[in-house]
Protein backbone atom coordinates (compact mmCIF):
# COMPACT_ATOMS: atom_id res chain seq x y z
CA UNK A 1 0.00 0.00 0.00
CA UNK A 2 1.66 3.34 -0.74
CA UNK A 3 2.81 5.14 1.69
CA UNK A 4 1.88 8.82 3.02
CA UNK A 5 2.79 11.25 0.03
CA UNK A 6 4.38 12.98 2.57
CA UNK A 7 6.99 11.09 3.29
CA UNK A 8 8.12 9.43 -0.35
CA UNK A 9 10.17 11.11 -2.92
CA UNK A 10 8.73 12.55 -5.76
CA UNK A 11 8.12 9.84 -8.78
CA UNK A 12 11.59 11.30 -10.50
CA UNK A 13 13.27 11.80 -7.35
CA UNK A 14 12.59 7.72 -6.81
CA UNK A 15 14.58 6.70 -10.09
CA UNK A 16 17.23 9.55 -10.25
CA UNK A 17 18.53 7.81 -6.79
CA UNK A 18 19.66 4.12 -7.59
CA UNK A 19 19.31 3.16 -4.19
CA UNK A 20 15.98 3.61 -3.87
CA UNK A 21 14.51 0.08 -3.62
CA UNK A 22 12.14 -1.53 -6.68
CA UNK A 23 8.86 -1.01 -4.06
CA UNK A 24 9.91 2.63 -4.09
CA UNK A 25 10.21 2.97 -7.74
CA UNK A 26 7.09 0.85 -8.36
CA UNK A 27 5.11 2.86 -5.89
CA UNK A 28 6.56 6.30 -8.21
CA UNK A 29 5.10 4.62 -11.41
CA UNK A 30 1.75 4.15 -10.21
CA UNK A 31 1.36 7.68 -8.91
CA UNK A 32 2.88 8.80 -12.11
CA UNK A 33 0.29 6.44 -14.17
CA UNK A 34 -2.64 7.53 -12.38
CA UNK A 35 -1.83 11.05 -12.52
CA UNK A 36 -1.57 10.36 -16.32
CA UNK A 37 -4.59 8.69 -16.52
CA UNK A 38 -6.42 11.44 -14.83
CA UNK A 39 -4.74 14.17 -17.43
CA UNK A 40 -5.29 12.39 -20.66
CA UNK A 41 -7.50 9.57 -19.97
CA UNK A 42 -6.48 5.82 -19.56
CA UNK A 43 -6.97 5.37 -23.48
CA UNK A 44 -4.78 7.98 -24.08
CA UNK A 45 -1.79 7.21 -22.01
CA UNK A 46 0.80 4.88 -23.43
CA UNK A 47 3.81 3.85 -21.55
CA UNK A 48 6.20 5.87 -23.24
CA UNK A 49 4.20 8.62 -21.81
CA UNK A 50 4.68 6.88 -18.02
CA UNK A 51 8.55 6.54 -19.18
CA UNK A 52 8.87 10.16 -20.51
CA UNK A 53 6.96 11.04 -17.41
CA UNK A 54 9.94 9.89 -14.95
CA UNK A 55 12.24 10.09 -17.20
CA UNK A 56 13.60 6.70 -17.60
CA UNK A 57 13.30 4.38 -20.51
CA UNK A 58 10.57 2.04 -21.63
CA UNK A 59 12.75 -1.11 -21.33
CA UNK A 60 13.07 0.28 -17.18
CA UNK A 61 9.40 0.99 -16.98
CA UNK A 62 9.16 -3.22 -18.12
CA UNK A 63 11.01 -4.13 -15.41
CA UNK A 64 7.94 -3.39 -12.97
CA UNK A 65 5.03 -3.90 -15.12
CA UNK A 66 4.52 -5.68 -18.30
CA UNK A 67 1.43 -3.23 -19.80
CA UNK A 68 -0.64 -0.58 -19.10
CA UNK A 69 -3.32 -2.89 -18.00
CA UNK A 70 -1.11 -4.49 -15.34
CA UNK A 71 -0.40 -0.76 -14.07
CA UNK A 72 -4.77 -0.11 -14.01
CA UNK A 73 -5.21 -3.36 -12.00
CA UNK A 74 -2.48 -2.30 -9.30
CA UNK A 75 -3.86 1.00 -8.91
CA UNK A 76 -7.19 -0.45 -8.73
CA UNK A 77 -6.37 -3.04 -6.15
CA UNK A 78 -4.83 -0.11 -4.21
CA UNK A 79 -8.24 1.53 -3.88
CA UNK A 80 -9.86 -1.46 -2.78
CA UNK A 81 -7.24 -2.23 -0.66
CA UNK A 82 -7.75 1.25 1.48
CA UNK A 83 -11.67 0.71 0.88
CA UNK A 84 -11.26 -3.32 2.38
CA UNK A 85 -9.17 -2.07 4.85
CA UNK A 86 -11.65 0.10 6.67
CA UNK A 87 -14.45 -1.81 6.19
CA UNK A 88 -12.78 -4.29 8.22
CA UNK A 89 -12.12 -1.66 10.74
CA UNK A 90 -16.36 -1.20 10.52
CA UNK A 91 -16.93 -4.40 11.13
CA UNK A 92 -14.80 -4.78 14.16
CA UNK A 93 -15.86 -1.32 15.42
CA UNK A 94 -19.67 -2.06 16.05
CA UNK A 95 -22.40 -0.40 16.20
CA UNK A 96 -25.38 0.04 14.52
CA UNK A 97 -26.27 -0.71 10.54
CA UNK A 98 -26.86 2.68 10.14
CA UNK A 99 -24.00 3.99 11.65
CA UNK A 100 -21.68 1.28 9.71
CA UNK A 101 -23.85 2.92 6.33
CA UNK A 102 -22.08 6.18 7.72
CA UNK A 103 -18.86 5.00 8.18
CA UNK A 104 -18.94 3.35 4.83
CA UNK A 105 -19.75 5.94 3.20
CA UNK A 106 -17.24 8.07 4.82
CA UNK A 107 -14.37 5.85 3.58
CA UNK A 108 -15.43 5.80 0.30
CA UNK A 109 -15.94 9.01 -0.60
CA UNK A 110 -12.76 10.07 0.91
CA UNK A 111 -11.07 6.85 -1.73
CA UNK A 112 -12.92 8.50 -4.18
CA UNK A 113 -10.99 11.82 -3.64
CA UNK A 114 -7.35 10.09 -4.35
CA UNK A 115 -5.54 9.38 -7.63
CA UNK A 116 -5.54 5.67 -7.08
CA UNK A 117 -9.59 5.87 -7.05
CA UNK A 118 -10.26 8.41 -9.10
CA UNK A 119 -8.54 6.92 -11.99
CA UNK A 120 -10.11 3.64 -12.56
CA UNK A 121 -13.78 4.79 -12.17
CA UNK A 122 -13.51 7.29 -14.81
CA UNK A 123 -12.17 4.24 -16.92
CA UNK A 124 -14.54 3.16 -19.23
CA UNK A 125 -13.95 -0.90 -19.15
CA UNK A 126 -14.30 -1.31 -22.62
CA UNK A 127 -10.69 -0.47 -23.24
CA UNK A 128 -9.99 -4.09 -20.74
CA UNK A 129 -9.17 -7.33 -21.79
CA UNK A 130 -12.09 -9.50 -20.53
CA UNK A 131 -9.82 -11.46 -17.86
CA UNK A 132 -8.75 -7.61 -16.22
CA UNK A 133 -12.66 -6.54 -16.78
CA UNK A 134 -13.60 -9.94 -14.53
CA UNK A 135 -11.15 -9.05 -11.89
CA UNK A 136 -12.42 -5.56 -11.59
CA UNK A 137 -16.17 -6.62 -11.53
CA UNK A 138 -15.45 -9.00 -9.21
CA UNK A 139 -13.97 -6.25 -6.57
CA UNK A 140 -17.42 -4.24 -7.31
CA UNK A 141 -19.23 -7.61 -6.20
CA UNK A 142 -17.45 -7.84 -3.01
CA UNK A 143 -17.67 -4.39 -1.59
CA UNK A 144 -21.36 -3.97 -2.93
CA UNK A 145 -21.70 -7.06 -0.91
CA UNK A 146 -20.64 -5.23 2.11
CA UNK A 147 -22.66 -2.60 1.80
CA UNK A 148 -25.98 -4.51 1.69
CA UNK A 149 -24.55 -6.39 4.70
CA UNK A 150 -24.42 -3.21 6.83
CA UNK A 151 -27.84 -2.07 5.24
CA UNK A 152 -29.24 -5.28 6.40
CA UNK A 153 -28.12 -4.91 9.85
CA UNK A 154 -29.84 -1.93 10.03
CA UNK A 155 -32.70 -3.10 9.08
CA UNK A 156 -32.93 -5.89 11.28
CA UNK A 157 -31.49 -3.84 14.47
CA UNK A 158 -34.42 -0.89 13.66
CA UNK A 159 -31.30 1.82 13.05
CA UNK A 160 -32.66 1.56 8.69
CA UNK A 161 -36.68 1.79 7.59
CA UNK A 162 -37.09 -1.77 5.90
CA UNK A 163 -35.96 -1.43 1.89
CA UNK A 164 -34.43 -3.21 -0.67
CA UNK A 165 -30.59 -3.83 -0.18
CA UNK A 166 -29.75 -3.50 -3.58
CA UNK A 167 -31.66 -0.75 -4.74
CA UNK A 168 -30.02 1.12 -1.59
CA UNK A 169 -26.99 -0.17 -2.29
CA UNK A 170 -26.76 1.14 -5.98
CA UNK A 171 -28.22 4.54 -4.96
CA UNK A 172 -25.03 5.22 -2.45
CA UNK A 173 -22.85 3.55 -4.94
CA UNK A 174 -23.74 5.70 -7.84
CA UNK A 175 -23.67 8.35 -5.98
CA UNK A 176 -20.25 7.98 -4.50
CA UNK A 177 -18.64 7.11 -7.81
CA UNK A 178 -19.48 10.13 -9.15
CA UNK A 179 -17.21 12.21 -7.02
CA UNK A 180 -14.26 11.21 -9.03
CA UNK A 181 -16.52 12.79 -11.77
CA UNK A 182 -16.49 16.05 -10.93
CA UNK A 183 -13.95 16.43 -7.82
CA UNK A 184 -10.92 18.57 -7.96
CA UNK A 185 -8.09 18.68 -5.59
CA UNK A 186 -7.62 22.68 -5.29
CA UNK A 187 -11.74 23.09 -5.07
CA UNK A 188 -13.82 24.84 -2.31
CA UNK A 189 -14.53 21.11 -0.44
CA UNK A 190 -11.66 19.41 1.36
CA UNK A 191 -11.78 15.31 1.12
CA UNK A 192 -12.72 15.35 4.92
CA UNK A 193 -16.20 17.77 4.17
CA UNK A 194 -17.23 16.01 0.76
CA UNK A 195 -17.37 12.80 2.73
CA UNK A 196 -19.03 14.29 5.83
CA UNK A 197 -21.63 15.73 3.68
CA UNK A 198 -21.95 12.41 1.65
CA UNK A 199 -22.47 10.75 4.57
CA UNK A 200 -24.86 12.68 6.36
CA UNK A 201 -26.77 13.19 2.79
CA UNK A 202 -27.18 9.88 1.86
CA UNK A 203 -28.19 8.17 4.88
CA UNK A 204 -31.15 10.53 5.29
CA UNK A 205 -33.52 8.29 3.34
CA UNK A 206 -32.22 5.32 5.01
CA UNK A 207 -33.42 6.51 8.38
CA UNK A 208 -35.75 4.35 10.75
CA UNK A 209 -37.66 7.27 12.32
CA UNK A 210 -35.79 10.22 14.65
CA UNK A 211 -32.17 9.63 14.79
CA UNK A 212 -31.30 9.28 18.45
CA UNK A 213 -26.90 9.11 17.97
CA UNK A 214 -24.47 10.91 16.50
CA UNK A 215 -22.40 10.22 13.42
CA UNK A 216 -19.38 7.86 14.08
CA UNK A 217 -16.91 7.63 11.64
CA UNK A 218 -14.46 5.13 11.89
CA UNK A 219 -10.90 6.96 11.79
CA UNK A 220 -9.99 6.74 8.03
CA UNK A 221 -6.49 6.49 7.23
CA UNK A 222 -7.14 6.55 3.06
CA UNK A 223 -6.55 10.37 2.86
CA UNK A 224 -2.87 10.11 3.89
CA UNK A 225 -1.19 7.91 1.12
CA UNK A 226 -1.94 10.33 -1.88
CA UNK A 227 -3.91 13.66 -2.71
Not at 28 to 51: H, I, P
Not at 128 to 144: G, H, N, P, Q, V
Request: charged content about 30%; overall charge positive.
Amino acid sequence: MPRDASASPSPRKAFADRRRDPATKREAVLKTAAQLFLEKSYGRTSMNDVADRLNITKPALYHYFDNKEDILLECYRLGVGLIEEILNEIADHGGTGLQKVEAFIHSYATVMTVNFGRCVMRLDEGDLTSDARAEMRAYKRKIDRRLRGFIQEGIEDGSIAPCGTKIAAFSIAGALNWICMWYEPDGALSPEEIATQFARTLTQGLVAGKRSSKLRIVPNRSNSHER
